[in-house]
């Protein structure tokens, strides 16, 4: 038991890197790239075989061997469990979700030296070339389930993706989670890692870039009122834990 505390209090095997994967029985096959902060990590989805499609978003989080990982295809979404290998260069485990049905997905870490040239910048799909991003970087406060929970969110942008902590102060005490997303437009699409589940915001942003304002489902919502002010901005935020 002491043996096992041990390990999970570890830092996170870094999964930073890209990855080939083989998905569906082999229909399917392309590669992943990753781009972890913590036990958090987004990234790319390229399929190369199978069928011809854009590049997809994904996000998730490592517990320990497990690997959450979530595709996002436009408003729809994939979830997979996947355990790592000892050796740290495997991902094996199946998904579901959208067009799937427990499906397998493997995925073999790749060397620098093999890894595609489009994967040494960071992954990021951003319809809006040559528009500027608006950074949603900096401390929020936030309302929650219609008042029940208060909280604040620090933000930290990197292009049109964003990671951060989610803190709650009134309504319940518990430990601060990780949150990921990413900003297309005035909507901003919020991902809150609860242990090994999760909560998806979609919001607007205000004209003025001063308030988030949306809904959420997943793990213990329902189309659940999610409603953020602006506190500071991103050159007087201070980084997180």
Do not use: C
Not at 11 to 20: A, F, I, K, Q
Not at 26 to 55: A, L, N, Y
Not at 130 to 144: I, N
Not at 219 to 227: Q, R, S
């Amino acid at each position: 038991m002491l043996a096992t505390g041990a390990a999970w209090s570890q830092t996170p095997v870094d999964l930073s890197g890209t990855w080939g994967f083989t998905h569906a029985n082999d229909q399917f096959q392309g590669w992943v790239s990753i781009h972890q902060s913590g036990q958090i990590f987004r990234g790319t989805w390229h399929t190369s075989k199978g069928k011809v499609e854009p590049d997809d978003a994904v996000t998730g989080r490592i517990d320990g061997d497990t690997v959450t990982l979530w595709r996002f295809i436009g408003e729809f979404r994939q979830s997979f469990v996947l355990t790592l290998s000892q050796d740290g260069n495997r991902l094996d485990g199946f998904g579901d979700g959208y067009f799937l049905n427990h499906t397998n997905l493997n995925m073999l870490r790749s060397r620098p030296s093999t890894a595609p040239a489009s994967a040494a910048a960071p992954a990021r799909k951003d319809s809006r070339a040559g528009k500027t991003v608006a950074d949603v970087s900096g401390l929020w406060t936030f309302t929650h389930a219609d008042g029940r929970f208060e909280g604040t969110v620090l933000l930290h942008q990197d292009g049109v993706e964003f990671t951060g902590t989610w803190h709650t102060s009134k309504g319940k005490v518990e430990p601060d989670d990780e949150v990921s997303g990413r900003i297309d437009g005035n909507t901003v699409t919020l991902w809150r890692f609860i242990g090994d589940a999760q909560q998806h915001f979609t919001l607007t942003l205000s004209p003025d870039r001063s308030r988030l304002d949306g809904y959420g489902d997943g793990f213990f919502l329902d189309h659940t009122n999610l409603n953020m002010q602006r506190m500071t901005d991103p050159a007087s935020a201070t980084p997180s834990k």
